[in-house]
């Protein structure tokens, strides 16, 4: 989400902004995604998909606001309710059934909210900082596994202040930190293993039948990778989605040391 245009300067979007849509093609899920909010008194919206009772079909369409998401509206509710007469959150990233980021006006605290549990994030967390890799601090929520709590930090993110004169400066910097990540010594240290499944894709095969004609080079590739990686590789820290925008950037030159631009 971006910044709504009530509230120039403050970062993310308004709660009431922000929502989900989702298709079941099951009666039953239907019925626990309705029962699941009015447990915790949400709205969710029904719309009618003529072409499917047409034909007889099972599917329902569904939609509805931040507090009413199927799996994480129970967590969300739970912020808000303890917000208390507080401003409301400000959402800074959402993805329907995954996670929230949410902003606490006044307080500077951000909290990311998850379907499951956090604590390994808050692991590898913990981890980054002991390496000194310029990391946020985090903490639980209240003691709610699912949510971790740290605090707002820098001026916004390395892709929306791209044209930035330090820009650059910013992204060689960062290289030198992801480097030192990858070259970290982890061999003692009991870390959540990285979800990241065979190194030969067993979906090799299927796209095989999809792309009959290749199938002979899809082969022979996956012969060579068989050939050059190994499974029996030292461990090593890895991250997921690095991107530009996964990178908060501070422009203040009095910052902490060590904080400044990244």
Not at 89 to 116: D, I, K, M, Q, W
Request: proline share 7%.
């Amino acid at each position: 989400p971006g910044t709504d245009a009530t509230a120039a300067g403050t970062p993310g979007t308004a709660a009431a902004d922000v929502g989900w849509a989702l298709l079941v093609l099951s009666r039953d899920k239907r019925d626990n995604v309705l029962r699941r909010a009015a447990r915790v008194g949400a709205e969710v919206r029904e719309h009618p998909l003529p072409s499917a009772a047409a034909h007889g079909a099972g599917a329902f369409l569904l939609s509805g606001g931040l507090e009413s998401d199927p799996r994480l509206g129970s967590e969300i509710e739970r912020v808000q309710r303890r917000q208390g007469s507080g401003a409301a959150p400000r959402v800074l990233s959402y993805n329907p059934g995954r996670h929230a980021v949410l902003l606490l006006p006044g307080t500077g605290e951000v909290l990311r909210v998850a379907a499951r549990s956090l604590d390994p994030l808050l692991q590898v967390t913990t981890h980054w900082r002991e390496l000194d890799l310029p990391t946020p601090d985090q903490h639980r929520w209240r003691d709610r596994p699912a949510v971790l709590a740290g605090r707002q930090w820098g001026r916004g993110d390395l892709a929306a202040l791209a044209s930035h004169p330090q820009s650059m400066t910013a992204a060689a910097r960062l290289g030198g930190i992801i480097a030192r990540l990858h070259a970290a010594d982890v061999a003692d240290r009991d870390l959540p293993e990285a979800r990241i499944g065979s190194l030969i894709p067993a979906t090799s095969e299927a796209v095989c039948d999809l792309l009959p004609h290749r199938a002979a080079d899809i082969d022979r590739l996956s012969a060579r990778l068989r050939g050059v990686l190994r499974d029996d590789e030292p461990h090593v820290l890895i991250h997921g989605d690095l991107s530009p925008d996964q990178v908060l950037v501070s422009v203040d030159e009095t910052a902490v040391p060590g904080e400044g631009r990244l």
